[in-house]
Structure formats: structure tokens, C-alpha cells
């Protein structure tokens, strides 16, 4: 008893050290969102920020070098620019159009095999800087929204 005890008290803890850590780096987050995001998205990307303070304080080494507040912004950033990426504009704006991933899957191999092979290569290679990339990835999201 006094071992689950010990854990429910170090737990607690931690949940108030955290946030505590998120509540003093709030300000920080909504500044960078502020200067980054849409307005609209602007509440739910603070809350990803919070995110990114999270994993920041689990991955900190007191004895390193980085300035947590460095470290807490650095992953802060990149969980708002992974969001952005993936969480924001694939969202379809119309909820009665919401399709599951498989069937979002299927659409795109779908379209893929309307392609050329050198379009095909083009956009499967992530992050090609071909010109035509960007074309075929407008080309793809709207086959897959029809």
C-alpha cells in the first residue's frame, strides 16, 4: 500500500510541475503563435505549443548547455510547424466531406495510377524541389476531396 501510495504522490507531483513549466512558458508560446499562425487556428496551435514544452522538459539535461527556454521554444516550433503540416490544411473545411484514411489511402493510389512514371517518381520523392511537384500535389488533393 504505501508503494502505490508513493506513486500516486510522485505522479501528482509531476502533473504540477508540469504545469507549472507550461503556465510560465505560455507567454512565449503565444508570441511565436502570434507571430506564425492564421488567427483562426491561433487557440488550438497554443495548445500544441503546450505540447512542445512538454516533450522539451522530458528531453532537458540540466547539465547541458541549451537554456530550457531555448529547448522549450525549439520544440514548441517544430510541434506548430508538424500540425500545420498535417493537422490543419488536409482537414476538410466541410465536415460532411470527411473521409476515413483508408478510403483517403485508396483515392490516392487511385490517382497515382493516372500518372506518367516520371510524374509518379516526382511525387512519391518527398520534398522534390521539382517544379512540377507542387502542381501534382494540387492535382492529388483535389482527386482525393472529389
Known amino acids: 500500500m504505501k508503494n502505490v501510495a508513493a506513486v500516486q504522490n510522485h505522479r501528482s507531483e509531476r502533473r504540477h ?26 487557440e488550438e496551435a497554443e495548445q ?3 505540447i512542445g514544452i512538454l516533450v ?3 528531453k532537458h539535461d540540466p547539465s547541458g548547455r541549451v537554456p ?9 516550433r517544430g ?3 508538424a500540425w500545420m503540416d498535417h493537422g490543419v490544411f488536409w482537414r476538410p473545411r466541410d465536415p460532411a ?21 516520371a510524374d509518379r ?3 512519391l520523392r518527398k520534398r522534390s524541389r ?11 488533393r483535389a482527386f482525393v476531396r472529389r
Open 130 to 140: 521539382s517544379p512540377r511537384y507542387a502542381t501534382l500535389v494540387e492535382r492529388c
Open 97 to 117: 466531406g470527411v473521409i476515413s484514411e483508408a478510403e483517403g489511402a485508396a483515392r490516392v493510389r487511385e490517382f497515382t495510377k493516372t500518372l506518367s512514371p
Open 17 to 42: 510541475l508540469q504545469a507549472s513549466v507550461v503556465a510560465a512558458n505560455r507567454e512565449n508560446v503565444a508570441a511565436l503563435v502570434r507571430r506564425t499562425v492564421a488567427p483562426r487556428h491561433r
Open 68 to 76: 530550457f527556454r531555448r529547448l522549450a521554444l525549439q520544440h514548441a
Open 79 to 81: 510541434e506548430i510547424q
Open 121 to 123: 517518381s516526382i511525387l
Open 56 to 58: 522539451a522538459l522530458e
Open 48 to 50: 500544441v505549443g503546450a
